[in-house]
Structure formats: C-alpha cells, structure tokens
C-alpha cells in the first residue's frame, strides 16, 4: 500500500450503518471509488454483532417511525423476494406496562402517533395477558419486596406483530457482499483511523496551517496502514465517533453508554420452556420480544437456541462513557445477579435460580433527543446516534447517508417514502424527541 492512496470516499466503520451506507453509495454513484474500512478483521464484529438484533416500527417520534418501518419492510424484501436469509423472525414486540404508564400521557402520544403513521399495534387487558402467557405474574398485591424494589404491577399490553429479531451478522454480510459486487476498490480490515486529515481548503502549504482565519476540510484519514486520502470521509464508527471527531473539534453531541445481554437456556426447565412456546402472538408461536414495566429490563427469545437473551437500557446510575478499552466491552455477572434477575423473576417466577450461559457487552451510541445523526461537515459525513436501535434503522440510514453525499434534496426510503436530506442533520433537525428507547 502506498502510503498517499486517493478515493472519491473512504468508508471507516464496517458495522451495520458503515455496510449499508457504502453499499447505497457504490449503488448510486457507480464510478466512485468507494473504500470501506476497519479495524477489526472482518464486517459487522463490533456493536453489531453484540446487539439483541430486534426490529421494531414501534416508535413514538414519527421519524423513527419511518427509517424503522421502512428498514424493516426492506428487510422483509431481502428476505422474500431476493431469498436471502436474514433470519428475519417475526416474532412481535411485547411492551408490558402497568396501569399507570398506559394511562400516561406520553403513551397515549406514542399510540396516536402510530395510528397516524398507520403502524398497527394491538392492546392487551391484563386478563387477555394471563390467559396467552401463563407463566406472567401479574399480580403483586402483598408483595412487599416488588413495592420495595418499585415494580410497576402489569396491567397492559402493548403488541406489535410487524416487529420481530434478525441475524445481525447475515444483514451485514448481504450489505457488505452486495457492495462488493460493486466496488471497485477492495475493501480493507485491520486498518485503523488514528485521525482525521483535517487541512486547509486551499492549502497554502504554510507551516502549521489550517489556522483559525482558514477554511478547514477533512480530506482522508491518519491509518496504522498510512495516510489515505478522499474527498468525502464516511464516519460510520458508532460508540467511537468522539474519539475522532473531538480531536478536530466537531461535537458530535453522541454520548456512549454501556449495554450488556446474558443469555439463559431453557433447557429442560418445564417454566422455561412453556414460556418460550406461547401460543397466539404470532405464527411462529413463541414468546414475544418482551420488555417489562420497570427498570429496564427485557427478553428476546431465542428460537434456535432454546432460551432467551436478557438485556436492561437502565437509565440513571449508570455513567455516560466513551469506549474505550476491552475492559468497557466485558460483561459484568453482577449486572445480572443484583439488578437484573430479581426484576425478570419476579414478572416471570419461571426464572427463578436460572444463571447465564453465556454474556456480552458493548456500547450504545446515543444522540441528545435519541434519533441518529447523518450530516456532511467538513468533508465528514456523519453517520451515527443510533441510540441502541442502529440495525432496525440500518437502510433508512444507509439511503440518507448517500443522498447527503450526492446533494440530493431528498432522501427516498423503501417503498417510495421521502424524508428532507437534512432531517438528520445537527444544524437542521427537524425531529421530535424519542421518547420510547429501550
Ligand atoms: C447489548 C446491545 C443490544 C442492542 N440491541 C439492539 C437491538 O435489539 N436492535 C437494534 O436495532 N440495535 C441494537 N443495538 C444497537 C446496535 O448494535 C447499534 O445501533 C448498531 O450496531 C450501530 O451500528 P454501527 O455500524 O454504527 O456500529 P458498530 O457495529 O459498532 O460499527 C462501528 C465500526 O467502526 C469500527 N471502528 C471504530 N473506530 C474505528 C477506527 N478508529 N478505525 C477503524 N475502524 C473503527 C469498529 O471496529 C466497528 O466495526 C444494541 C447494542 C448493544 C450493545
């Protein structure tokens, strides 16, 4: 490799939003030459790989609405009509919600919302939610230990059969093989961005420059490999963003936050798997995606496994924190244990004296009002803030991403859908605040 390479666009990230961003841009823009980097040893080995991989349109922003339903529907289409597998499983998404929270306001604005966008959603009572999950504790009269822990009796139920859970490593192969097909450069791993190229637009040559009365462009990227040059640099790097955009000064506002998934398996426990094998929600007649009325926690089943994958999206207590070294990446038994496990068990009893078989961890990538961000600065196009729902968001993302680059007014989504290129953007967003993240 030399050590002054040039491409019309360097893509850094391989990750789920890296892939599909690279594969629109090739798709569109046929003559560029597009490189796509990491620095792991493969496609889709970082947050992607770690994470629970469910989809959903359930959202309560309408934007999220729209890259998700068009995402998924996108997805459903790869899978069908292209017949590559994804292991796209529709397994529904279950949200269990006390009296409460329904009758909150900010559920009746996600509700409205949904049924103004046309995403169907159906309402359990809790009589209808005992018949179809038995196994479902959803009475906690006496209970002194779940008032002491501030569990939030179930109620309700808020179901939607279009939601379901992937194979997060088969998405970004489709992505990532399709744009190969295209590409004219091959892409590259083990290849790690130390920093951005930021120079003066134009060079003057002068020594130190760019200096503050300077236009300032990013025009490649500082590797272990050597010094790369584009004249777009796609940042696809997720939970890392800050570590190479601070060091030019652009805040990204993204905030990373550590997320973790035990795996428990049925086995021959009877509770279990009763459980995992609920009939009526959906065709596959299985326990939905699950997400409990307190504290976070939630299950996604895991059909092929037999089990379940146990995740919690706590809120306060847990520090904002960028990652940064293996040790922010390792799953903490004790998460489960004291945090976890005493909330799950006492919604379902049939996890009582269940351990892990296995655990990860990785990083979520949050944006201040939880809608990702794609935006063109400086020669960087951003693409990141998928606050925890970056797969189910991948291909709005990638078809915006591109759109940004060709300076297309208009983003055009699966389906016909338009979103303005500029939505995304820090300077004019145009969004509501999420308010339903998990
Ligand atoms: C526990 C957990 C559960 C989750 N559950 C879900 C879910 O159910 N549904 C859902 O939609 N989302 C979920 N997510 C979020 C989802 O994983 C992310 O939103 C998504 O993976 C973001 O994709 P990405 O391409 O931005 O990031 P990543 O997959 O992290 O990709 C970023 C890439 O950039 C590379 N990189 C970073 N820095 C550099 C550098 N300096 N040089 C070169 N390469 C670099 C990394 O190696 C990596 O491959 C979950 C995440 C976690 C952690």
Redesign the pocket.
């Known amino acids: 490799m030399s050590s002054e390479e040039t491409f019309d666009v360097i893509v850094?990230?391989?990750?789920?939003?890296?892939v599909a961003s690279a594969f629109y841009l090739q798709k569109n823009s046929p003559d560029k030459r597009i490189l796509l980097?990491?620095?792991?040893l493969a496609a889709?080995?970082?947050?992607?790989?770690?994470?629970?991989?469910?989809?959903r349109n359930m959202f309560a922003s309408s934007t999220n609405q729209l890259l998700t339903d068009t995402s998924i529907k996108y997805f459903e289409y790869v899978q069908k009509e292209l017949g590559y597998d994804l292991f796209f499983e529709k397994t529904g998404y279950l949200w269990l919600l006390s009296d409460e929270q329904f009758n909150h306001e900010s559920v009746k604005t996600w509700m409205e919302r949904m049924d103004k966008s046309g995403i169907s959603y159906k309402v359990y009572n809790k009589k209808e939610l005992k018949e179809m999950i038995p196994g479902l504790n959803v009475d906690f009269s006496g209970d002194e230990e779940a008032e002491l822990m501030n569990l939030q009796e179930v109620s309700y139920g808020l179901f939607g059969a279009d939601c379901g859970v992937l194979d997060?490593t088969r998405l970004v192969e489709y992505y990532f093989e399709e744009f190969k097909k295209m590409s004219h450069v091959k892409p590259r791993f083990g290849?790690?961005?130390?920093k951005l190229l930021l120079e003066a637009d134009p060079k003057l040559d002068l020594p130190g420059e760019p200096y503050v009365w300077q236009k300032k462009k990013v025009n490649g990227v500082i590797?272990n490999k050597g010094t790369l040059r584009a004249d777009v640099v796609v940042l696809?790097?997720?939970?890392?963003t800050n570590?190479?955009l601070d060091p030019i000064g652009i805040d990204s506002m993204t905030k990373g936050k550590k997320?973790?998934?035990f795996v428990i398996h049925a086995e021959d426990k009877k509770e279990l798997l009763e459980l995992l094998d609920v009939k009526g929600f959906n065709e596959l007649n299985c326990i939905p995606f699950t997400i409990l009325p307190s504290a976070g926690v939630y299950f996604?089943p895991q059909l092929q496994e037999r089990g379940f994958w146990i995740?919690c999206g706590d809120k306060v207590g847990r520090a904002y924190k960028y990652i940064q070294t293996d040790e922010d990446m390792v799953p903490e038994s004790a998460y489960y244990e004291n945090n976890m496990y005493p909330v799950l068990s006492k919604y379902f009893p049939a996890f009582q004296s269940t351990r892990p078989v296995n655990s990860w961890?990785?990083?979520?990538?949050y944006s201040p009002d939880r809608i990702p961000f794609v935006y063109l600065e400086c020669g960087v196009l951003v693409?990141?803030g998928?606050s925890?729902?970056?797969?189910?968001?991948?291909d709005a993302l990638g078809r915006i991403a591109d759109a940004v680059y060709r300076k297309e007014a208009e983003a055009e989504l699966f389906g016909g859908k338009k979103i303005p290129s500029s939505t995304l953007s820090i300077k004019d967003r145009n969004v509501e605040v999420e308010s339903v993240i998990i």
Do not use: F, H
């Open positions: 850094v990230g391989a990750g789920c939003l890296g980097i990491d620095r792991t889709g080995q970082a947050n992607t790989a770690m994470s629970a991989a469910a989809v997060p290849v790690e961005v130390e590797t696809a790097v997720g939970a890392w570590q190479l997320r973790q998934l996604r995740g961890a990785g990083g979520y990538n693409v990141n998928a925890g729902s970056g797969i189910m968001k991948a």
